[in-house]
Each structure stands twice: as C-alpha cells, then as structure tokens.
C-alpha cells in the first residue's frame, strides 16, 4: 500500500514539474497575437521591454474591448435559437428591431476587428525584423500543423451545439 501512495505521490509530482506545451502548439490569434508572441520569447529572442511593451498592448486591446464583447452578449436574445419558425408574419415593429440588432452586431464586430487589427500592428511593430520573420515561420508552421491534426484553428467554431468551444459558444 506505501508503495502505491508513493509512486501516486512520484507521479503527481513528476506531472507537476513538466511544463505544459499544449499552449504553444495553438494558432496565433489574428486579433491578439501579443499572447502567442510572449509565449514564444525564447525562440524570438525577446528583450524584455519588449515583453513589457507587448504585454501593455494586450491588455489595452482587453480593456478597448472587453466592454464590446459585453455588449455583444447583451444583443443576444435569452434564447439562442427559436425552436420553431413563427406561425404568423413578423410586425413591422419585429423586422425593425432584427435589422437594429443586425446592424449594432456588425457595428460592434467592426469595432473589434479595427481595436485587434491595431494591436496587431502595434505588436509586431515592437519586433525587429528578423524577429517579425521568425514569427511568420512559427505561426506558418503551428497553423500548418493545426491543419494537419484537423484541430480547429482560432476562431474556428467545431463541435456540437452547446459542446464547449463549438457552436453555441462565444464567436470572439
């Protein structure tokens, strides 16, 4: 019994030492890629102000749209999906509040790509050339492989409805 508890022990500490790498075999998100950046800094060779500078446009991106992506929530009807098409035709009143919601989304999904879209560019601006090439061949090469493996890629949707990270989830 000692031996069982010891080797348990032994192997929970073992698992513990092991760094985990599933991070770093995930895309660069196109519309934060400050995240992925810090996490390969060794193989960039990142200084650290530049750890530093790329860290405050992360969370600059966070707080621009943290308050958008709440937004978007609150468009969203307490239903996600009628379960039945209506019997009667829509109101006027009805159609109108669709395309209001429809055009708030699309405002709102825009302000989000144009805030990551600048961080982006403000992101790989902090690297030097050499480091923004070996970016492209690293996210190039994990994309590839995501490909390879059928993993979905960022914001790619899979799975069932309602699974966690599939369709009925969050699309940003």
């Known amino acids: ?24 075999k995930q ?11 810090i996490l390969h800094r060794s193989e960039l060779k990142l200084a650290d102000s530049q750890v530093t500078s790329l860290q405050s446009i992360g969370a600059l991106l966070t707080m621009r749209t943290r308050p958008m992506k709440d937004s978007l ?11 039945a098409l209506p019997t009667t035709p829509m109101t006027p009143e009805q159609r109108d509040s669709i395309f209001a919601t429809r055009r708030a989304t699309a405002r709102l999904m825009g302000q989000i790509h144009d805030a990551g879209k600048a961080a982006r560019e403000q992101a790989i601006a902090v690297l030097n050339p050499d480091q923004q090439k070996k970016l492209q061949s690293l996210s190039d090469n994990i994309a590839f ?22 369709a009925g989830t969050r699309p940003y």
Not at 4 to 9: E, G, P, S, T
Not at 32 to 37: K, L, Y
Not at 73 to 83: E, H, I, W
Not at 147 to 166: D, T
Request: charge should be negative; glycine fraction near 8%.
């Open 1 to 24: 019994m000692r031996i069982v508890v010891a080797l348990a022990c032994f192997a929970a500490f073992a698992q513990a030492q092991a760094p985990d790498t599933s991070a770093m």
């Open 27 to 37: 895309p660069m998100d196109p519309e934060n890629p400050t995240a992925f950046i």
């Open 73 to 83: 929530d609150d468009l969203r009807p307490a239903y996600a999906r009628p379960v």
């Open 145 to 166: 492989e995501a490909k390879m493996s059928h993993r979905p890629l960022i914001n790619e949707r899979g799975g069932p409805p309602g699974a966690s990270g599939g």
